[in-house]
């Protein structure tokens, strides 16, 4: 039987809609390293940098899903 996995709740919204990447991560239900590869290859999730910080807007994250929808 296969195990269900508890998806994490989103923090509260900080009024930009910025996630982490871990936060962003886990909405993706992708690893960090995966989004870190796509960053390094100018593919996946619209980002930005503040200072040393890689974030993502929530916005971001729903525009990248809905150009991916097939079907």
Known sequence: MEQSQA????????GLGLLT?????????????????WRSRGVG???CRLGAR??????ALGEYVA?????
């Open 7 to 14: 998806i994490e709740p989103l923090p509260a919204d900080d």
């Open 21 to 37: 990447v871990a936060e962003a991560a886990g909405v993706l239900r992708l690893s960090v390293k995966t989004l870190a590869n």
């Open 45 to 47: 999730p619209k980002f």
């Open 54 to 59: 890689v974030l993502y807007t929530r916005a």
């Open 67 to 71: 150009a991916n929808m097939r079907g």
